[in-house]
């Protein structure tokens, strides 16, 4: 018997590769109506229901307390962690507590970590930010947890929102002093 080193997900992409992953999708789209946004580490949707036991224990471990639990009305999410990172924005923890105790494989500690791991993508407006209408300020680069590979500002004082780094965890968009914030968060297609 060969072990896999309980990457299980790996082995699978690779065994089935995209037939699998387009029929996961296509399932997916049938029986996930609402999308969430799931803790860092989270299988895919149509694999993490099933595989979440609703323990609680990632949301225990979170501390920023960002992760909430999809209330009764959620169907067959009900009970199961998720994330509104605009509202309450993960931390970015390196180590990722809420996955590294989660008793199935509903959640998983990624190989890479955060260089591979998104939440979200964040859209930068110019036209709220008071920077792009001289003011000073910088409290989104300030306060993004991953840093100036995620969100800097340029030599005119501007936020430069980079993509490549941006791990979507939503700090930006709730520490903005705009009204409305000049970050938004949206969720994965996944």
Do not use: N
Not at 2 to 31: H, I, N, P
């Amino acid at each position: 018997m060969t072990d896999f080193g309980g990457d299980r997900r790996s082995f699978l992409r690779r065994a089935f590769g995209d037939t699998v992953e387009r029929l996961a999708k296509a399932t997916e789209e049938r029986v996930v109506r609402q999308r969430y946004v799931r803790p860092p580490g989270a299988l895919p949707e149509v694999a993490f229901l099933p595989a979440c036991t609703r323990c609680g224990e990632c949301a225990k471990a979170c501390p920023a307390g960002a992760i909430l639990h999809v209330p009764s009305r959620g169907g067959l999410a009900a009970g199961t962690p998720y994330l509104e990172p605009a509202r309450i924005p993960c931390l970015v923890c390196p180590d990722m507590p809420c996955a590294t105790v989660c008793p199935t494989e509903a959640l998983t500690t990624p190989v890479d970590g955060w260089r591979t791991e998104r939440l979200g993508r964040v859209e930068l407006h110019p036209e709220r930010c008071i920077t792009f209408q001289g003011q000073p300020c910088g409290v989104c680069a300030r306060a993004c947890p991953v840093g100036d590979t995620a969100l800097a500002m340029d030599e005119e004082g501007r936020p430069v929102l980079k993509a490549e780094g941006c791990v979507g965890c939503g700090t930006c968009v709730r520490e903005c002093i705009t009204i409305p914030s000049s970050f938004t968060f949206h969720p994965l297609d996944r």
